[in-house]
């Protein structure tokens, strides 16, 4: 039971490149977040899914899109990067009528 | 979601018990209290929550004050390990999205 695992844990992008961060969970969780943090801030919400196939935004979705085509994977994607998108990205996932939610590990992402 | 209010760090004595302060005074009746903490590059991890009366789990204790209008988590023994940020957020228990909005935290260091 590996929980929430991310991939990749870190890279380094040029500005304008595209990547996809994966998100994969083994709990059957319905619900699946993507969250950004700053260095010295809070968690940042930047979208979330509810459920296999819906995607909603949350505080700040601009430059991001994201997909659940399975209900175990949850991807982030940045088009085109720029170096403001430079965070440390964690997801996290939990049951629809859980208190807890579960966090993986992060990627560290840094555009130049 | 009602605002929190955080003390931006403090530190405390190994061994002795810490008491991290949250300040949610415009919190409504059916939002609940939940820490979470964050341990230096690591994802969040949650730790305990509450409505109104006090709640104790293997982690800590949180103490609400009748108004609710604050709480208090407690570590009963504090160790090394319990250096971290720790996030009080207030949250309806099954919001839309079960989503989490941190805020800056308490910057806890234990000191030996």
């Known amino acids: ?112 | 979601d009602a605002k929190t209010t955080q003390p931006p760090s403090m530190d405390c004595a190994e061994g002795r018990a810490a008491n991290l302060p949250c300040n949610h005074s415009t919190i409504s009746g059916n939002e609940y209290v939940y820490w979470y903490r964050q341990i230096h590059s690591q994802g969040p991890q949650y730790i305990i929550h509450g409505l109104k009366n006090n709640e104790t789990n293997e982690m800590a204790s949180l103490i609400i004050t009748e108004d609710r209008k604050s709480s208090t988590l407690i570590l009963p023994h504090a160790t090394l390990r319990d250096t971290a940020v720790y996030y009080c957020i207030v949250r309806l228990f099954k919001a839309a999205g079960n989503k989490l909005t941190f805020g800056g935290g308490t910057r806890v260091l234990v000191k030996p």
């Open chain 1, 1 to 112: 039971n590996a929980g929430v695992t991310q991939t990749p844990k870190f890279r380094v992008l040029k500005t304008g490149q595209s990547m996809t961060l994966l998100c994969a969970q083994d709990m059957n969780h319905e619900y699946m977040y993507w969250y950004r943090q700053d260095p010295g801030m809070g968690l940042r919400l930047i979208h979330y899914s509810v459920g296999e196939g819906t995607t909603a935004k949350g505080e700040v979705p601009d430059g991001y899109n994201v997909s659940r085509l399975k209900k175990q994977n949850f991807l982030l994607g940045l088009e085109s990067a720029a170096p403001s998108q430079t965070s440390v990205y964690f997801c996290a996932s939990s049951y629809l009528g859980s208190s807890e939610a579960f966090f993986g590990q992060g990627t560290r992402l840094t555009v130049v």
